[in-house]
Nanobody, 124 residues
Framework: QPHLVDSGGGVVQPGGSLRLACEPS????????IGWFRQGPGKAREGVSC????????AYSDSVKGRFTIFRSTPENPVYLQMNNLKTEDTAVYFC?????????????????WGQGTQVTVSS
């Protein structure tokens, strides 16, 4: 089955930074929008950011706007999520997923396939 491989998580102190990566396995990222979601302890899955197939459009949740940046060099290249000024509330398992379009509503049902998840822990 085609799937995505997400990586780059780790343990950092508040104010630290991490860069997550999303790469395909079994298919090409060309023509696909990519979104990042997260699920923290005791919380529901929520959308974090997405980027259109050509990188011309991006969206961010209010909680990460100004701190996180999603980018891709070309439609074929991996998608990255640069996370700066991390807060304890950012602690979660982060998943990347593919979709036809990037929407600020972050409808998870529109995304397939998904990565396995990478753990981000922000703690002092």
């Amino acid at each position: 089955q085609p799937h995505l491989v997400d990586s780059g998580g780790g343990v950092v102190q508040p104010g630290g930074s991490l860069r997550l990566a999303c790469e395909p396995s079994g298919f090409s990222l060309e023509w696909y929008a990519i979104g990042w979601f997260r699920q923290g302890p005791g919380k529901a899955r929520e959308g974090v950011s997405c980027i259109s197939w050509n990188g011309d459009e991006t969206a961010y949740s209010d909680s990460v706007k100004g701190r996180f940046t999603i980018f891709r060099s070309t439609p074929e290249n991996p998608v990255y999520l640069q996370m700066n000024n991390l807060k304890t509330e950012d602690t979660a398992v982060y998943f990347c997923a593919a979709a036809s379009v990037c929407e600020g509503t972050f409808n998870a049902e529109r995304y397939y396939p998904w990565g396995q998840g990478t753990q981000v822990t922000v703690s002092s």
